[in-house]
């Protein structure tokens, strides 16, 4: 699947975010999504799948023109979209999860099913009775990730995925990405962890104040001191010294 | 008591809430100035000079500008939406019958002390309600309201139940329709200009502030509770006064002015006249009374009207009648033109398409 | 005993025909955050409807006239739900109150037209009128046949809420609305059925009850009230909640008539003032995000 953002301008309430943003994920593509708290990679998503009306610019998968349209259109399109932080639902079970998000999607088969996510996540398996409500961050992040793969998506936005996660959890999360990544799914990974981001994409984007001011290999946008002063990383010499906090 | 609250007067200073709503240049607040001055003038010929059956029905529509006003120092200005006004309004009116009625106290006293009792009656009434937000809180004023009206209803000893209280409590003075017309309108005209203080003094800024951004107010060190508090018993003071006055037209009261579909009325008359102008409320009452009492002379259909014209006004102009006037203005002024009903529709509608 | 048995049947029945009013004005609450005042309407439409349809004659007509009533006033809710309530969702309480009132208002009128300004009423079917004798104490049948359907709604609730995927998915929009559509649900959709799922209800509650009311106008305002004080004692979108809070509200009810008549009927308001001061969020709701 190929996305194509041209140009969109999202607003909240009366705050210009988002001023003129392009982007390209093409298929099988794993495209970062830098910048700072608040420099509009949350609502670039949400403009994407739909929560936002973009008051201009277009969006389109494969050419298909997705502007305007409902929020599910994308999810049916193949677009499963994963947002920060706990977002599960919290009363269901784990298996029950996990079937809402198939019926969510019933025109969509492939290979995923429930069994082949258990088979992904065993520990889910295991907690397929329990409230979801009370798993904890890393067995919600599996969950997260599992109601978006049972709709057989073709890509996935990722938004802040290693927000609030341990160390060992992030280093799982990273060997997810890359699985899913060689199943040929395209992925746009938003991230204020530059060192996750830069681990698993090839290319990225760095938006700034609503902007996109830079766009390029993620070898370039590391060794631009500048560029990395945007991102609030220190100049250090070590890239694997952790993610910067900001 | 280590720490003081700061005074309102530098927390609007630092919340930088303009000083007065009467803002723009001074030939456009003359204009606005005369504007009120000749619609007054117009009210008060005309109620002296309609026949008396309508100058009377006319003394009700003032009198009922005065709780709508009221009410929206909570509701437009304090961000409460409150169905139970009506307990108030509800208390000014039996403080004056049951006082005749008891022969306890007469007339006078009784005007100058209902609205007192309003004012002690919200104190309690407020510390309960106000420990909910939001929905909560309308839900609970609503069932306080109906509380208000069940005990009125069934304490016949007290209240007269069902039936309420009729007779001459009203002194022979004030029967002739032009003069109590008089009398409602002055008292109606000093209650609103003391409320129009009151919204735009430092503690009526506050209470703007508060509606629009609790959280940074109350880290201003601002007690945010006893700033609603006091707006709550205020409201309920000016509704009471409201309540003695609908005496004065009616000479009765009687339970369903307590109920909550009375506690509704001045909801409804705020939401068509645009709750965020301070007048808006005084276009409502008008707009609502003649809808509901010279409509119902022409069409039973009556509550058909209201009701469309209520979800007219919620569905298409959120600001009122008030607010609409305000974008015409502007857009005759060519300047912007329908900026302002823009932003103030819902800020996000996670819902998606209209 | 006897006395004891006639106040707990009356208790439960009128808990009973309390409860599936109030199950769909929480429902359409928890899973769409709209509180709806014109809730109550469907309750005095489903009312009428039966008044219209069974006519005088008791005993099967009856029946079809409640299955008509509810089936009738579901198709109304829908209709109120894409003219006038999805404009609201997610808008300030303020906006869903006055909107939804003045749907109470124009439906109210409508009403007038319909049926007039006069009482109706419709006799008990056969099979299920008159009394029996329990213990000595002669109860009412029909009370038994209120209380066999607030159970079976609650049954049949309990079902869709736990075991099936529909239920799931309201439970889902009661957990988080936004996360459901960006997973691929038409929101819209599920807030049509579900809305008319809660007229359903109120309509049926309105239907079942009209052998021992009279059904007149104004109905409509004093059932919301009823229904909005058992679903804020539950604590709003609970249906378990509602159940408890509906048997409170019957039993405040039937205990302050043995106390004091004069004051029997404040005692569900002192009820529910008491329950919103010490728990703002009802019994079994959650506090508001």
């Not at chain 1, 910048?35 to 494969?62: E, F, H, W, Y």
């Amino acid at each position: 699947m190929r996305l194509e953002v041209r140009d969109v301008h999202s607003y909240y309430g009366a705050s210009h975010i988002l001023q003129g943003v392009s982007l390209t994920v093409e298929p099988g593509e794993v495209v970062a999504l830098l910048g700072r708290n608040g420099a509009g990679k949350t609502t670039l998503m949400r403009s994407i799948v739909g929560l936002v009306r973009p008051r201009a610019g277009s969006v389109q998968i494969d050419g298909v023109e997705l502007t305007g349209a409902p929020t599910y259109r994308a999810a049916r399109a193949g677009l499963a979209f994963l947002p920060s932080g706990r977002r599960v639902f919290s009363s269901l079970s784990v298996a029950e999860n996990l079937e809402v998000a198939r019926r969510s999607c019933p025109r969509r088969t492939g290979s995923w099913n429930a069994e082949r996510i258990y088979g992904l996540f065993p520990k889910l398996e295991q907690l397929s009775r329990r409230t979801a409500g009370y798993l904890s961050g890393g067995e919600q992040q599996m969950l997260k990730i599992g109601r978006a793969l049972i709709t057989n998506p073709e890509m996935l936005l990722l938004d802040e995925p290693t927000e609030g996660l341990a160390p060992a959890v992030v280093d799982e999360l990273g060997e997810w990405v890359e699985m899913l990544s060689r199943e040929s799914l395209s992925i746009l990974l938003a991230e204020q962890s530059a060192t996750f981001a830069r681990a698993h994409s090839t290319r990225g984007y760095l938006l700034e104040k609503g902007r996109i001011r830079f766009e390029g290999s993620m070898e370039r946008i590391w060794d631009s001191p500048e560029l990395r002063s945007a991102l609030g990383i220190a100049a250090r010499t070590a890239p694997e010294a952790g993610p910067a906090a900001s | 008591m280590a720490r003081t609250a700061p005074n309102d007067a530098a927390v609007a200073a630092v919340l930088g809430v303009p000083a007065s709503a009467a803002t723009g240049s001074l030939a456009s607040r003359v204009g606005r100035a005369a504007a009120l001055v000749a619609f007054v003038a117009l009210v008060v010929v005309l109620g002296l000079t309609l026949a008396p059956a309508n100058a009377l029905e006319l003394q009700y529509a003032v009198s009922l500008t005065l709780f709508a006003v009221a009410t929206n120092l909570i509701l437009g200005f304090g961000g409460l939406v409150s169905f139970g006004q009506g307990i108030f309004y509800g208390v000014g009116a039996y403080t004056v019958a049951l006082g005749w009625m008891h022969q306890s106290l007469n007339f006078t006293e009784a005007m100058v002390l209902a609205p007192f009792f309003g004012a002690v009656a919200a104190i309690p009434l407020g510390m309960l309600a106000l420990r909910t937000r939001r929905l909560y809180f309308s839900l609970l004023t609503l069932t306080m309201s109906q509380l208000a009206y069940v005990i009125a209803e069934n304490q016949t000893n007290l209240t007269g139940g069902t039936n309420g209280v009729f007779g001459a409590m009203v002194p022979t003075w004030l029967l002739d329709p032009h003069t109590s017309f008089l009398f409602t309108a002055a008292i109606v005209a000093v209650a609103i200009a003391i409320l129009w203080k009151v919204v735009h003094s430092p503690f009526g800024l506050v209470l703007r502030a508060i509606r629009d951004n609790r959280e940074r107010v109350e880290a201003l060190g601002v007690n945010v509770y006893a700033h609603e508090l006091a707006a709550f018993v205020i409201s309920a003071f000016f509704c009471s006064l409201a309540g003695s006055l609908f005496v004065v037209y009616s000479q009765s009261s009687y339970p369903e002015i307590l109920n909550w579909t009375a506690s509704g009325v001045p909801v409804f008359m705020a939401v068509i006249g645009g709750m965020y102008s301070f007048f808006g409320p005084v276009v409502g009452a008008f707009v609502y009374e003649f809808a509901s009492h010279y409509l119902i002379e022409y069409t039973q259909d009556w509550q058909l009207v209201i009701g469309a014209v209520l979800l007219a006004i919620v569905l298409l102009r959120p600001d009122g009648l008030a607010g609409s006037l305000g974008s015409l203005r502007a857009w005759l002024r060519r300047r912007r033109p329908v900026e302002q009903a823009t932003v103030a529709a819902a800020p996000e509608n996670a819902e998606g398409t209209p | 005993m006897a006395r004891f048995l006639t106040e707990t049947i009356g208790t439960l029945s009128d808990a009973g025909s309390l409860f599936v009013v109030a199950a769909g004005l929480t429902l359409v609450f928890g899973a769409m955050r709209v509180i709806n005042l014109a809730h109550g309407t469907f309750y005095m439409y489903g009312a009428f409807v039966v008044t219209t349809v069974a006519g005088t004659a008791s005993g099967l007509r009856f029946w079809v006239a409640v299955v008509v009533a509810a089936l009738v006033v579901a198709v109304l809710g829908a209709i109120v739900q894409l003219g006038v309530v999805r404009f609201v969702v997610g808008k300030e309480p303020l906006t869903q109150l006055v909107a939804t009132f003045a749907v109470l208002y124009i439906l109210a009128d409508v009403a007038l037209h319909l049926w007039g300004s006069g009482a109706r009423s419709v006799s008990a079917p056969l099979g299920v009128s008159g009394t029996f004798t329990l213990a000595g104490a002669y109860l009412p049948v029909y009370d038994l046949v209120i209380i066999g359907t607030a159970v079976l709604v609650g049954l049949v609730l309990w079902l869709l809420l736990s075991h099936t995927s529909l239920g799931w998915m309201i439970r889902a929009a009661v957990d988080d609305p936004e996360l459901l559509q960006s997973g691929g649900v038409n929101l819209r959709r599920l807030h049509l059925a579900v809305f008319a799922t809660g007229a359903l209800l109120a309509a049926l509650a309105g239907a079942i009850v009209t052998p021992q009311i009279s059904v007149a106008p104004g109905m409509d305002q004093s059932i919301i009230v009823s229904s909005l004080l058992v679903v804020v004692i539950g604590g709003l979108g609970s249906v378990v909640g509602t159940a408890f809070a509906a048997l409170i509200i019957g039993i405040a009810d039937t205990v302050g008539t043995l106390v004091d008549p004069t004051w029997a009927s404040t005692f569900m308001y002192f009820a529910v003032i008491l329950v919103l001061v010490v728990r703002p969020w009802g019994l079994f709701g959650t506090p508001e995000r």
